[in-house]
Structure formats: C-alpha cells, structure tokens
Nanobody
Framework: QVQLVESGGGLVQAGGSLRLSCAVS????????MGWFRQAPGKEREFVAA???????VYADSVKGRFTISGDNAKNTVYLQMNSLKPEDTAVYYC????????????????WGQGTQVTVSS
C-alpha cells in the first residue's frame, strides 16, 4: 500500500503562486511515476503534471511554463509549484502514484490522495 497526503491548497489571487505538497508513505519502492491531477466543479478530472522516477517530467499544455513538478526523495514528498495562477486553475488537486502506463491516463495511477482545494480569484 501507498499513502498520499496533499497539502498547500488555498485561496490566491490571479497571478499569484502556490506550492502543493504530497507526502508519500508505504511501499514507495513500487512507484515509478508520480502525478498531479485536478478536477473543477462540473468537469472531469484532468491531468496536470507527472514525474517519472528516472527524472523525466511531462505537463499538460494548459500549465506548461507555469507549473513545475519536483520531488524530494529524502522527505518522500512530491511538489507542484504553481505560478501565474489563473481563475481557470481553480480545482481540487490530487496527487497520485503508479507503476506503468501513459502519464496522462488516470488508469496508470493506482494510489490517490484525498485532494486539496485551490481557488484562484480574479
């Protein structure tokens, strides 16, 4: 089992920044990819960013150049630095971990956190 706990969400004005954290515990050796997804009210969950264990990263076009995913192995924590936030970034953000598959596909990820709310005001 792998446990994921997100934190760092909140209310921010457009143009501001937030850093989300995802604390990872359990069978961390089984994970090869860490990802962030988000779900806005009335919309489907969508891929945001992912980080493979080998260091490769991938981003959704909507956040490329504004968001950065990174990890701290010593702290077993994955981060999502979000800059230049827009009202359309408002959503519940989820951290997820998985083994193999396409980075942008929800089915790749076996374990999910409970989510943290990010609200961007205009």
């Amino acid at each position: 089992q792998v446990q994921l706990v997100e934190s760092g969400g909140g209310l921010v004005q457009a143009g501001g920044s937030l850093r989300l954290s995802c604390a990872v515990s359990g069978r961390t050796w089984s994970m090869y990819i860490m990802g962030w997804f988000r779900q806005a009210p009335g919309k489907e969950r969508e891929f945001v960013a992912a980080n493979w264990s080998g260091g490769n990263t991938v981003y959704a076009d909507s956040v490329k150049g504004r968001f950065t995913i990174s990890g701290d192995n010593a702290k077993n924590t994955v981060y999502l630095q979000m800059n230049s936030l827009k009202p359309e970034d408002t959503a519940v953000y989820y951290c997820a971990s998985g083994s193999f598959g396409a980075a942008g596909a929800s089915a790749t990820y076996r374990y999910w956190g409970q989510g943290t709310q990010v609200t961007v005001s205009s």
